[in-house]
């Protein structure tokens, strides 16, 4: 499994960027997707999750109303569009790939086997 992020980059609070996560390896439609963000200084934390047909996603709630998480199965993709950004969603982002999560709500990082290099958001005051 291989997983590449792009989208990241400078934009001004209240604007908006779209990170897309794109898989590499069979079966990506079995895989629970989610992301990940990490701030300097801080632990890696839990953003959103998507479950393997799209159907069911959690957030946060610092991001809740304001991010949104998508797969396209078809395309071997997963998207966090973020809307009304705060310089609190400084971090590097991370996409990460899990086997079906046995339980609801927010996910834990030691749960997803595979990872994305990460790709750099910053938000300017």
């Known amino acids: 499994v291989q997983l590449v992020e792009s989208g990241g980059g400078l934009v001004q609070a209240g604007g908006s960027l779209r990170l897309s996560c794109e898989y590499s390896?069979?079966?990506?439609?079995?895989?629970?997707m989610g992301w990940f963000r990490q701030a300097p200084g801080k632990e890696r934390e839990f953003v959103a999750r998507?479950?393997?047909?799209?159907?069911?996603?959690y957030y946060a709630d610092s991001v809740k109303g304001r991010f949104t998480i998508s797969r396209d199965n078809a395309k071997n993709t997963v998207s966090l569009q973020m809307d009304s950004m705060k310089p609190e969603d400084t971090a590097v982002y991370y996409c990460?790939?899990?086997?079906?999560?046995?339980?609801?709500?927010?996910?834990?990082?030691?749960?997803?086997?595979?990872w994305g290099q990460g790709t750099q958001v910053t938000v300017s005051s």
């Open positions: 990460a790939a899990a086997r079906s999560l046995h339980y609801s709500g927010t996910a834990s990082a030691t749960d997803f086997g595979s």
């Open positions: 390896g069979r079966t990506f439609s079995t895989y629970e």
């Open positions: 998507v479950n393997w047909s799209g159907g069911t996603t």
